[in-house]
Structure formats: structure tokens, C-alpha cells
């Protein structure tokens, strides 16, 4: 997108983002590195979202808040972005590239400055509130936080309950506050700030109260909203992780879940499916079993819609392990009978049962924003009939202002990745916009000059995480800080609550420098997400980033040993013991800042490569875009309509001529990929194209291979009879002259025709929508024909149930069957007969037999053959062939290789419009490294002894990523490493037959006093 701003007003390099949830936190992030001030808005007291009230992220098991708090403090702590929170948009007006925002901010009533978060005022406050954070499970002080790791670490007073604000009393907490921070004088304010766009992600809102006490809420005790039930099984939670009924104290021992409350239900309005339910009651009901495998667990469903990546494994993997009890039924109500639970529903075959349950657990939805309309006027944008931000199919991620874009769950109800993924796509737009302006506002992040620590003693700081009850539940944290410091070398020990707070990175920065501490040891979480944050606290403090080490206290001792606190105490011993010793080795390993190639190859010419492509160009960049086949435009040139009826091939062919006519694009089609040489910031690849080679050199790489359609052999007589055709052929018939053959009468549709079993074990997520569209299509058509739907799960997320109500309103039947029964099909012997399609009908409890004068298979999508690309760039895919993202919630486009990003059907499968978001996203991500100019690899990197070095050629030959060469010294071969191409994957030093190779923080010597230090010795020198 280009800014049209027509005067001569210049562009301003600013962005407004609102909305302090992870999706407003990640594109915040992502525009400061693409060089944007960002002004992040938040009208709480604190950014996190309801990200920050999880327990935690399924299927990946991680705690929702560690994974979350690094990202949180990177914001708090980045100069270029300025969080205001207690604020609220009051209008937005001007052009792209030169708004005015208009911002009333509300006061805290206490300095975010100069409050420490000592507590002193929450301590003595008397006025007592329902805390929101645990979902009014637990009580708060009118004075608080609303959690230990919130963003800003500043407490504030509720307004609405604080006795000096409203009756001009007390005022305790001012006079007991030692900094002074609190000041009753503060007032609301308007600020002005001047933005070149917006991107609106106030994430969604709650279902309504009168809704919820339908199914007993607030009416019994014991009967629990989803959220309210995350809170409860949260060790940060008001019972520390332990499920307890509210009214009784009691462990349940039945539990139930009722989906879609909320959510696909016209009595309260939300006709729409919150496309996340399904699968967090999964996640809530395996914690549950988790905490007590006892307890009995159901789970009420009407469609199973487990559709994301992975997540009909996790799913089956969970019923499986769990013994989870699954049933096709929505109670209309709950009742309470001598403090039990009452359910009644009618099963699919057409039987009245009556159960008690000890808890229910309503799955409720995601809503659009309270605020929603007052938000839309304020920036001049249009709501859909549900309130969510109205989007396009061809532009998911852009409002109908120009210069204003969506993400998260405002566009549509969403999960994790999906509303990470779409933030980083709307930094991208933002960035393509403002461009001119790129830098003009930023400040750069400067750290002080290094300390010298080489001829210093080890003195070493040891920092124990409780991480709330996740470690300090079962752990004995004190007696592991207080061993900790008897350790060798060890000068100053403590623990803490959470060790990754905002002010506890202040509070290790501010002992490094008092106790003159040259090495750091934090027993905590994992390192996989917490290890950066902690190095860049280093670096603020003074120190090298890799004079820093990790115990994992918590995956690796407090998760597996939950049961034996005694035990699990000593094994955190033992980890904190090794981890000192391999301290003490520790050096200063030296950074590299290595230039950008300021271009990108993009592979693949589907919808998903161009949109990269051209997102990529418009943010200035060159871009190299190479397609296989002799055209572009990939497989979404065998659509006929979107959900809407528009036809997707004009789209398409208006999104080529784009790329093809932008000058900073260059197209090569009939070309591969042959090899791939060099690091993040300098990739040289060579392009085949026919019976040409060329080496094109360029700092990131985008893979954007696509995929294509299932082919159903065997299955139905699909290639015997001419009755039997897939979903992607009846889209040609339906655009064609002559959709139907005369005296077509019935058409019988089956859904899963190869997915979700032996042939494709996933949910390719956009069968379902394209047979409710063209059923659709062929009612609109012939309105008499008999349209039949067979399928498993009818997954018709997000708005897409809205088509799923039309099909059945314009008469389409819907029958579902069982994996265990599935349809059959009859050929007969005269070809102009109809196929005989039988299925079971679990209400008649028989087979019943439809007629087929057409039988269409929906079948999935099969991703295409990567393995050789997947070699190339050492990239590793699922065992289902598509890339595997670097983590799933956190960088779902990034791969595992840097500066290599995914998206689209390469990712995993997904609709036009997610496809497009992804797209944008993986060009933001892309464009980091470019926007940047600069590069910093890890310095954890191998080390040749030269001296000791043979030059047999090991390590050049086993290394993966081509990081070493062998050269002459003289009339000796010796082995060199390439800083910048090593992955500090260890394989060089594992094949060195003469120990000449060591990696940089895991030396020979610090690995070896681990192990010495584990058996209780001491490390010889040698």
C-alpha cells in the first residue's frame, strides 16, 4: 500500500497502536525494529492481554505468562516504544501518514516513575476490591497490580473504589509511601500524538453476564466460566493451582465442559463460532487430569473444530492419554440438586440422559470489544454485522480507512498464533505506508562499554526463580538460594518471586554493578524462551551476553518431580551446583555485526509468494520472487468464488500484475532452487532456470512452496465413474456454461475424504467452507436439487458459520457420521444411474441410503514436496511435510534457520485471506533484518585450536551448515570456522577425533565441571 497523503504535509514515522493484548504488544515490537516509534495504547493499567491470565498454551505445554512476560519486558524496557496505559482513542483525524490522535488518559494516581512496586500502599489500603485479574475469584486492595509481571511494574489505585478519591478520606497509603509516588492531584488528560498510521487490536470482550446465567453462572457456585477455571488451575491462581469447588472447598470428581456458550447461539446474538473453544476446553480438561487423575471429565459438543496446525493430534493424543469422555450433545441448562450439578440432553440417537457433575465448566466465547462501536467511530472505521472490524477476504488486515489496520481477535475471533502472526502483517503494511519516514523518529538501543572481566576472579550471582508455585510449589526455593550460596565462587545468591519481571531485570542490573558481579547463574524456566531476556540485562548491566548460564528448575524438576518435593528440592541443587561450575569457565565471547544484503528471495508464485513479494518491495526492498511452473498465481487459479462470490482469479490476476509491473520485483517463472550457500544478511543462492544458472545474493529468504489438492484414489470409484468428482473440479463445473448435467437431482457431498485418518492425519480447515459454498452456489443455481452434507465435524469456524446457517435455512441436509462408520458407495452397473451412498444414521439406529446423481469428495490439501529445499536450507518440516515454525505461539513464520521465514500452505493449511495475512507477516518478519543493515549472530560459535587441528576434514564434512573449511597453513590442512554461518550446533566438535574444536559457553573444561560437579568432585586442571 502506497500513501496517497496529497499534500505536502511529510510523513510522520510513527505508529499508533491500540490495544495492549499480544497482538498489540508483538506488531509494537516488530515496527520499532523495522524503525517506527510506536505509542502503545492500552486502556487497563497494564498490557498482557488475556494472554497474561492463562495457565498454559496447548499443545506446546508452555506457561502462558513466561512466554509472554519476555516479550512484555522488551516492551516496557524498548525506548522507542511508549506505553500508555488508563487511556483510551477520542478521534484520529488527518491523512495516511499524517494523523492526529486525540488520547484521554486516566490517572494511576501513583507515579509510574517513581514507584518501585515495593507494595507498601497495597499492604495498608482498607478499602478491599473483587481482583479482575483472577476473575473475582480472589480479593485485591484498592491500591495494587494487577500481577507480579506486569508491564508497567507501577501499582495504581482503582478510582472507583479508593476512599480518597471519591469521599476525600483516608489517604493512608500517601503518607506511608516512601518515594512519594502517589499523588491524588493527577487528573484526566488529553494528549495529541502525531502518527503516519494506526493498526487497532484491542483484542475481544466477554460474553455477556444475563447470557451466562442461562447455564447457572452466578446462580451456583460451582458452576465456572472457562476463564474462571484457567485462573483456578494457574499455580499464580487464588487457590495456587489447586482445583478446589468454590462452594465447598472439595477436589471435583466429575467435571463437565459445555461448549459454545456464547458462541453459535442466536439467543444471545453471536450466530458466529469463536474458532478457539474447542480446542482450549481440550487444554483446560488435560490440565484438569493433570492436577487429578482421577477426576472424570466430559466434554459437550455440537462439532469438534480442532482445525490449527497440530491440534487434531494434540486433540486425539489427549482423549487418548486421558481417557477424556467425548459427547455430541448441548444441554439446554444446569440445575443444582443437593449440591450437585444436574445435565440433561438428548444423545445423537434421540435418548433423554440425566448426569450429575461436581463442576461445569462453561466454554464460553470470544465477543467483540464492549467499546467496539465507540472505537469505530473514533478512528473512522466500519464494524461487520458482529461488531468485529470489517476486513476484506484480499486485504484481512487493512480497515476501510487508509493508514488504519487490524490484528488479533478485533479482525475475528482468532487464537495465539493466528493474532501474532496477523500483528506482524500489520506492522508490515504499516511499514510499506510510512517508509519515507523509516528511522526519522527512533532512538537507537545503545548498551554501556563492556567491562573487562578477563583477569577477574569468578564472581558469580545466582538468581532462584519460585516463578509463583511453578517451581516455588513444589521446590524449596529458600533452601536452594541458601545452598546456592556455599557454592564455590558464588558471592551473592537470592530468589524471587518471578525472575523475569520488569523490575527484577532492574533489581540484577542493579546487583550486578553493586556486588561487581562478572558472571550470572538464573534458576528458572527454560532458556529456549527466557535466555535472551536475561543476556540483554547483562549487556544493559555492563557484562558480556555470555557470561551468563541457565538452570531449568522448572521443565526439567518442578514439572517432572511435582510428586516429590524433597526429591525435586535436591535434583534443583544438583542443577544449580552444575550450573555455577560451568560458570566459572565462562568467557566473554566476542560480537559480531555483519552487513545486510538489502533483498530477498521469495520462493513459490502462489497467492501467498506474491502478496510476500509485493509487501517486501513496498516496504523499498529489492525482492527476487521464483516460481517452479511457467505461471504465477498458484493453486487459487482453480477457484471460482469466494465465500462472498467474488472470483478469485480476477484477484489473482490483479495481485500478478502488480508484482509483475512493481519495479523493485523481479519475476522468474519455469526456475528452482538448486543451492543455497551463507548466513542471515548474505544468502547466495543458485536459481535454475531450464538449462541457466545464475547466484543471486540476498539477506533473507521467504518459502512460500504451497500446496495441492489430495488426490482421492480408490476412495468412492473418485476416476471409475464420471458421477464422482472432488470439490475443486465441481468449482470449474459451477463456473462453467453447463454446471449441472441435465436431470441432476441429487448431489452427495462427503467431507474428510482422506483427511483426519491413515491417508492425511490432519484437518485441512478449508474443506468444510468450500463445500457449504458451493452447495450454496448450486441452491442459487437449482434451488430444488437435493443437496446432502456427510461429515464428521462441521467446521464452519470463525464467520464462516454464518454460511453453515444459510445452507441449512436455504435447505441443505446435514448427517453426521463416525470414523468408526463411514459412508459407503454403491456403483451401479448402468452409468447413468445414480450412485447409492449409504451411511448410519445414529437417531434410526440403520443404514440409511442417499441417492447420488453426484457425489463430491471433499478432499484435503497435501503440501508440496519440500525435502530437497528442506536440505538445501537445513530447514526441518512436520512429519506431514510442511515447515516447522521456530516456536508456535511466539514466532509462528520465523523458521528454525535465521533469516528463512514460512507461510501459506508451506505452513500448514489455511484459507486465501489467512494466507495473505501470513504472507504479510512473514515479509515483516523478513524485513527486520534489511530495515536493521546489520546482523548480530550468537556468538555461541566454534572454535578451531589450530595448534591441536590435524586437517582431516571431520568437521568440514559433517557440518550441516557448511560454517567450516579447511585451508593450507604452509604444507598443513587446517580447519576454519565461518563466525557467521555456525549454528553452534557442537556436531564439529563432536567428530574432532583430537579435541580440537570447542564451542564458545560450552567449552570442554565448563562441560566437564558440570559433570565433575554433579559427582560431587572437583574439576582437575589440566
Not at 614 to 621: D, F, N, P, S
Request: aromatic share 6%.
Amino acid at each position: 500500500m502506497k500513501c496517497n497523503n496529497s499534500s505536502n504535509t511529510p510523513v510522520t514515522g510513527s505508529v499508533l497502536v491500540i490495544g495492549g493484548g499480544v497482538a498489540g504488544v508483538q506488531a509494537s515490537l516488530d515496527l520499532t525494529e523495522l524503525g517506527y516509534k510506536v505509542y502503545l495504547l492500552e486502556k487497563t493499567a497494564s498490557i498482557g492481554g488475556a494472554m497474561a491470565r492463562l495457565d498454559k498454551t496447548f499443545p506446546t505445554n508452555d506457561c502462558s505468562l513466561c512466554i509472554l512476560a519476555p516479550k512484555l519486558v522488551e516492551a516496557g524496557r524498548n525506548p522507542n516504544i511508549e506505553i500508555i496505559t488508563n487511556a483510551e482513542l477520542i478521534s484520529l483525524n488527518g491523512k495516511p501518514g499524517s494523523f492526529t490522535a486525540k488520547v484521554l488518559v486516566k490517572p494511576r494516581f501513583i507515579d509510574e516513575t517513581a514507584c518501585t512496586g515495593c507494595g507498601q500502599c497495597s499492604l495498608y489500603c482498607p478499602r478491599i476490591i473483587a481482583d479482575q485479574y483472577n476473575e473475582r475469584l480472589e480479593l485485591a486492595r484498592c491500591a495494587h497490580i494487577d500481577y507480579p509481571q506486569a508491564v508497567p511494574t507501577s501499582y495504581y489505585i482503582d478510582a472507583k473504589a479508593c476512599l480518597r478519591v471519591n469521599y476525600d478520606s483516608c489517604g493512608l497509603c500517601a503518607s506511608l509511601c516512601q518515594k512519594k509516588a502517589i499523588d491524588f492531584d493527577q487528573s484526566e488528560g488529553i494528549r495529541e500524538l502525531n502518527v503516519g498510521a494506526a493498526i487497532v487490536a484491542p483484542g475481544f470482550g466477554r460474553i455477556k453476564e444475563e447470557f451466562l446465567e442461562k447455564f447457572g453462572w452466578g446462580l451456583y457456585e460451582d458452576v465456572l466460566t472457562a476463564f474462571e477455571f484457567e485462573r483456578l488451575m494457574c499455580a499464580s491462581g487464588p487457590t495456587n493451582g489447586e482445583i478446589v469447588r468454590i462452594s465447598d472447598g472439595r477436589h471435583p470428581k466429575r467435571i463437565a465442559f459445555l461448549q459454545c456458550i456464547g458462541s453459535r447461539d442466536e439467543r444471545c446474538g453471536n450466530n458466529y463460532c469463536s474458532s478457539v473453544c474447542c480446542m482450549y476446553a481440550i487444554k483446560e480438561a488435560t490440565m484438569a487430569k493433570e492436577h487429578d487423575p482421577d477426576v472424570q471429565i466430559t466434554l459437550f459438543y455440537m462439532d469438534v473444530r480442532t482445525h490449527g496446525k497440530g491440534f487434531d493430534a494434540a486433540r486425539e493424543r489427549a482423549i487418548r492419554e486421558h481417557d477424556l469422555r467425548i459427547v455430541y450433545a448441548r444441554p439446554a441448562r444446569v440445575e443444582q440438586i443437593d449440591g450437585q450439578l444436574l445435565l440433561t440432553y438428548v444423545a445423537e440417537n434421540g435418548r433423554n440422559f440425566h448426569e450429575f457433575y461436581d463442576m461445569v465448566v462453561l466454554t464460553n466465547g470470544l465477543e467483540a470489544v464492549e467499546d467496539a462501536e465507540k472505537l469505530s467511530e473514533s478512528t473512522g472505521i466500519s464494524l461487520n454485522s458482529y461488531n468485529f472490524a470489517y476486513t476484506g477476504i484480499w486485504s484481512p488486515l487493512s480497515s476501510d480507512r487508509e493508514g488504519v489496520f487490524v490484528a488479533g481477535a478485533f479482525q475475528g475471533p482468532k487464537d495465539i498464533p493466528d493474532s501474532v502472526t496477523q500483528a506482524s502483517g500489520a506492522a508490515s503494511l504499516c511499514a510499506g505506508l510510512l517508509k519515507e519516514a523509516r528511522d526519522t523518529e527512533t532512538l537507537s538501543i545503545t548498551y554501556p562499554e563492556e567491562r573487562d572481566v578477563s583477569n577477574e576472579e569468578p564472581r558469580i550471582g545466582v538468581f532462584v526463580c519460585s516463578c509463583g508455585i511453578n517451581i516455588g510449589g513444589v521446590v524449596d526455593v529458600k533452601k536452594v538460594q541458601e545452598y546456592a550460596r556455599t557454592l564455590p565462587g558464588v558471592v551473592y545468591a537470592t530468589d524471587n518471586l518471578y525472575t523475569c519481571s520488569q523490575d527484577t531485570q532492574r533489581h540484577i542490573t542493579e546487583i550486578i554493578r553493586e556486588y561487581n558481579l562478572n558472571r550470572v547463574v538464573v534458576a528458572a524456566c527454560t532458556p529456549r524462551t527466557h535466555e535472551p531476556l536475561f543476556q540483554a540485562t547483562l549487556r544493559a548491566a555492563g557484562l558480556n551476553r555470555s557470561l551468563f548460564e541457565m538452570a531449568n528448575i522448572r521443565d526439567q524438576c518442578s514439572w517432572v518431580h511435582m510428586n516429590e518435593p524433597q526429591a525435586a528440592t535436591e535434583k534443583a541443587k544438583d542443577l544449580v551446583r552444575m550450573a555455577v561450575a560451568k560458570a566459572q569457565h565462562l568467557a566473554p565471547l566476542p560480537e559480531q555485526e555483519l552487513p545486510v544484503v538489502k533483498s530477498a528471495l521469495v520462493i513459490g508464485g502462489g497467492v501467498a509468494g506474491l502478496t510476500a513479494a509485493l509487501t517486501i518491495a513496498e516496504q523499498g526492498y529489492y525482492c527476487t520472487l521464483v516460481e517452479r511452473e511457467h505461471r504465477l498465481g498458484g493453486r487459487a487459479l482453480a477457484l471460482t468464488a469466494d465465500r462472498l462470490g467474488n472470483d478469485p482469479r480476477q484477484e489473482v490476476s490483479m495481485l500478478i500484475e502488480k508484482v509483475k509491473s512493481h519495479p523493485k520485483i523481479r519475476v522468474c517463472t519455469g526456475a528452482v532452487l538448486s543451492s543455497v550457500s551463507g548466513y542471515v544478511g548474505d544468502f547466495r543462492s543458485t536459481i535454475s532456470i531450464g538449462s541457466k544458472t545464475e547466484e543471486i545474493s540476498h539477506g533473507v529468504i521467504v518459502l512460500a512452496t504451497g500446496g495441492r489438492p489430495y488426490i482421492p484414489k480408490g476412495k468412492f470409484f473418485y476416476g471409475e465413474s464420471s458421477r464422482v468428482i472432488t470439490q475443486i473440479e465441481l468449482e470449474e463445473r459451477l463456473a462453467s456454461r453447463r454446471p449441472l448435467l441435465p436431470g441432476t437431482k441429487h448431489i452427495v457431498m462427503i467431507q474428510c475424504v482422506g483427511s483426519r485418518g491413515n491417508d492425511l492425519s490432519y484437518c485441512s480447515r478449508v474443506c468444510c467452507g468450500q463445500a457449504l459454498k458451493n452447495a450454496l452456489r448450486i441452491k442459487k443455481l437449482a434451488p430444488d436439487i437435493q443437496v446432502v452434507i456427510l461429515y464428521r465435524d462441521m467446521r464452519a469456524y470463525g464467520f464462516i458459520e454464518d454460511d453453515y446457517r444459510e445452507a441449512r435455512r436455504k435447505g441443505v441436509i446435514f448427517q453426521r457420521y463416525s470414523l468408526e462408520n463411514p459412508p459407503r458407495a454403491s456403483l451401479q452397473k448402468d452409468e447413468k444411474s445414480p450412485l447409492a451412498v449409504l451411511v448410519w444414521d445414529s437417531l434410526l439406529n440403520r443404514e440409511i441410503e442417499w441417492k447420488a446423481d453426484l457425489l463430491v469428495l471433499s478432499t484435503g490439501i497435501v503440501p508440496e514436496d519440500v525435502q530437497d529445499i528442506s536440505k538445501i536450507l537445513k530447514v526441518p518440516t512436520t512429519e506431514d511435510g510442511f515447515f516447522l515454525e521456530a516456536h508456535v505461539k511466539l514466532r509462528p513464520v520465523d523458521l528454525a534457520v535465521d533469516g528463512v521465514y514460512v507461510c501459506g500452505l508451506a505452513h500448514s493449511p489455511r484459507s486465501i485471506d489467512e494466507s495473505i495475512a501470513q504472507a504479510q507477516a512473514a515479509a515483516a518478519r523478513a524485513c527486520l533484518p534489511l530495515a536493521r543493515g546489520k546482523v548480530e549472530p550468537e556468538p555461541i560459535v566454534s572454535m578451531v585450536d589450530k595448534e591441536k587441528c590435524i586437517g582431516c576434514g571431520a568437521c568440514e564434512q559433517f557440518c550441516p551448515y557448511n560454517a567450516i573449511r579447511i585451508y593450507k597453513e604452509g604444507k598443513r590442512r587446517k580447519a576454519s570456522t565461518l563466525a557467521a554461518s555456525c549454528k553452534g550446533c557442537g556436531i564439529c566438535a563432536a567428530r574432532c577425533p583430537v579435541l580440537a574444536i570447542e564451542m564458545g559457553r560450552f567449552t570442554y573444561h565448563g562441560i566437564m565441571a558440570q559433570i565433575h560437579a554433579f559427582s560431587g568432585k572437583e574439576i582437575e586442571n589440566e
